[in-house]
């Protein structure tokens, strides 16, 4: 959708990515169809060399101000540099909604 392409693009300009995975999560929480909310995305980047994971998560959410303000309500975020990727490309399973469909 347009919030999923919005959200690729603009962590494609601020962080240039060696990979860059974006899902709409919004269906597992009992969103209706075509709303664009829940995200979960996976950005490997080498801007985030040397940086403390709360950094890392800080540069996502500064490239997805907009977003973040208006249409998304949960962002989960996996940040990692290339050789962290490369030694463990392991993303950990999303737990269950607990609202929403509940």
Not at 20 to 46: I, K, T
Request: proline share 10%; glycine share 6%; net charge positive.
């Amino acid at each position: 959708g347009p919030v999923a392409s919005a959200i690729r693009a603009k962590l494609a300009a601020a962080l240039e990515p060696t990979h860059l995975q974006v899902l709409d999560e919004s269906w597992r929480h009992g969103a209706a169809p075509g709303v664009e909310s829940h995200f979960s995305v996976v950005v490997v980047s080498s801007r985030f060399a040397g940086m403390a994971l709360l950094q890392r998560h800080r540069l996502v959410h500064a490239a997805l101000q907009a977003e973040l303000a208006g249409p998304v309500h949960a962002l989960a975020i996996v940040a990692k540099t290339p050789q962290q990727w490369e030694n463990d490309p392991y993303v950990p399973p999303r737990p269950p909604c607990l609202g929403g469909s509940k």
